[in-house]
């Protein structure tokens, strides 16, 4: 019988992963997405199920039975390849691993460095990135999503492009400015555009690292514009590979 392996996705790096897993002969995919955008990037191979588990116990439930899926049978490896900025649910993860006795690993693509040119003030959260927007800032592009929207909400002196995939929830606190709905990869000169488009002079950018959203690091290096860049959080200190060949040689190890 094929062993049973749960992704948890929602990343590129993901949905890539369950092509490449599912061509493992003695491999079954199931994914997981936690369906907080209204277009998540669906796998293209595999099983798809949308929701959160319900904290640890609920997703100890699932890995020991799987019944939601329709079939009594247990997941038998579980990778985590979800954001650098999901810090529950990877937490989650790795308690439910080691509860269930299941080999776990978790796919964390590498966070960007600073190189040469780089103007980056390195904050611990979205909270300190608001702080840390100086006087001098009028014009702040914000890459960070919608959920992190209402730490910028008080700073009524400045003007913001707020870019996300999908509007953030009705009543949510947002500062002033306009909102732009998009997904990466963007090009660097669509984002040199864009900063020259709306005058930007401070971008807020998560240290989310990869290629799809890297170019407005470039354009803001070629341009001089400062980044506050939040670092990311804690994660388990468990078994990691950085790219989607090392999780493929992983599972083949299993």
Known sequence: MKKRLLIL???????F???????????????SLAGRT??????????????????VAGLVAFL????????DRPIDLLIDATHPFADQ?????????????IPYLMLVRPAWEMVEGDRWIEVASHSEAATALSAQSQRVFLTIGRQELAAFAGLDVMWFLMRAIDPPAPNTPVPNGKL????????????????????????VSKNSGGAATYAKIIAAREMGIPVVMVQRPPIPDVEQVADVEGAISWLISQ
């Open 180 to 203: 732009l709905l998009a997904r990466g990869p963007f090009s660097l000169e669509d984002e040199r555009q864009l900063l020259l488009e709306y005058h930007i002079d401070t971008i």
């Open 17 to 31: 992963l369950a092509i490449r897993a599912s061509q493992i002969a003695d491999i079954e995919v199931v994914s």
């Open 64 to 71: 020991l039975v799987s019944a939601a899926l329709g079939e």
């Open 38 to 55: 209204k277009q998540p990037l669906t796998p293209k191979m595999g099983t798809v199920r949308i929701g959160g588990f319900g904290g």
């Open 9 to 15: 996705g929602g990343t590129g790096d993901a949905a």
């Open 89 to 101: 649910i990877s937490a989650n993860a790795a308690v439910a691993a080691a509860e269930c006795n």
